[in-house]
């Protein structure tokens, strides 16, 4: 079975190194990894270079395109990603994030379920990278426990996915209309297409969560942009927007209760982000 591993990025001078030697670690290597810078302005590119030269072994392939930049495009990632699965040339492909750090194993257990021949795409996993007592928070009280996770409605983070290439063709690639949400509008158009989705929680990266209060709104107004501009789950944002005015679902939940104030910052901010997206 050969893989094509797949990234794009845009001035990621500051996680690069992390994250490129986290895949020299790898159990295991992908046949091939294209890397699609949108054309960084911060070393990024250089550092490639010189990784891609003294590791020749790794078969690392760098494209450069200036097309996935939001200079260009609305959707610079989706784009990245779809220059780089178009110039991969293996069946199966895995897809991570260059702002993430790859468990030692992630890639051999990524494409470990395709020796079932059924499989169509593996979802991943991703746990936090704390360094500091606010992210202990936040991992503890925002991000998914895999103890409760219904896997089979789980929608990967294309942080850590992998699929057949030719599930990518049928749905017509990552959607180029949004910067977020992109991941979950394609899996959504992939479980759509009658792909069969397979979860394993060993392959699992590491991805820094927000460092503070104000960082986690940030995002959460980020992410919820796409979902709006998408028009994903608008039903729910409908409904959600009755819990603002009554937060019943917080105030019955006994460890949501502890932490009002951030569980209804999240719903408030995640409604305004839409919002944006719905008028963008």
């Known amino acids: 079975m050969?893989?094509?591993?797949?990234?794009?990025?845009?001035?990621?001078?500051?996680?690069?190194?992390?994250?490129?030697?986290?895949?020299?670690?790898?159990?295991?290597?992908?046949?091939e990894f294209i890397i699609v810078d949108g054309g960084s302005t911060d070393g990024t590119i250089n550092f490639i270079n010189n990784f891609i030269e003294k590791n020749k072994d790794l078969n690392i392939r760098l494209i450069v395109d200036e097309s996935c930049?939001?200079?260009?495009?609305?959707?610079?990632?989706?784009?990245?990603?779809?220059?780089?699965?178009?110039?991969?040339?293996?069946?199966?492909?895995?897809?991570?994030?260059?702002?993430?750090v790859l468990d030692s194993k992630w890639f051999e257990e990524i494409i470990k379920p395709f020796q079932d021949k059924k499989v169509d795409v593996v979802s991943g996993w991703y746990k936090a990278?704390?360094?500091?007592d606010f992210?202990?928070?936040?991992?503890?009280?925002?991000?998914?426990?895999?103890?409760?996770?219904?896997?089979?409605?789980?929608?990967?983070?294309?942080?850590?996915?992998?699929?057949?290439?030719?599930?990518?063709?049928?749905?017509?690639?990552?959607?180029?209309?949004?910067?977020t949400a992109e991941d979950t509008k394609f899996d959504l158009d992939l479980k759509k297409a009658g792909c069969r989705f397979v979860f394993t929680e060993k392959a699992f990266v590491y991805w820094e969560c927000p460092k503070n209060r104000k960082e986690a709104y940030d995002k959460m107004v980020y992410y919820a942009k796409g979902d709006g501009k998408l028009k994903l789950f608008f039903i729910k944002f409908l409904v959600r927007n009755i819990f603002l005015i009554f937060p019943i679902r917080i105030?019955?939940?006994?460890?949501?209760?502890?932490?009002?104030?951030?569980?209804?910052?999240?719903?408030?901010?995640?409604?305004?982000?839409?919002i944006k997206g719905i008028f963008s």
């Open 129 to 132: 990278l704390v360094t500091n």
């Open 251 to 274: 105030l019955l939940n006994k460890e949501k209760r502890k932490n009002f104030t951030f569980h209804y910052g999240q719903m408030f901010y995640y409604q305004l982000g839409y």
């Open 135 to 179: 992210q202990k928070t936040f991992e503890k009280i925002a991000m998914p426990n895999l103890e409760t996770l219904d896997k089979n409605s789980f929608l990967p983070s294309s942080r850590s996915i992998a699929f057949k290439k030719e599930c990518w063709e049928r749905v017509g690639g990552y959607p180029e209309a949004t910067l």
């Open 69 to 100: 930049s939001k200079k260009f495009v609305k959707g610079p990632i989706a784009r990245g990603r779809n220059v780089a699965i178009k110039n991969a040339k293996y069946h199966y492909i895995a897809v991570t994030d260059a702002g993430c």
């Open 2 to 31: 050969h893989v094509s591993l797949i990234t794009t990025l845009y001035n990621e001078s500051k996680n690069i190194e992390a994250f490129l030697d986290s895949y020299k670690k790898q159990t295991v290597y992908a046949d």
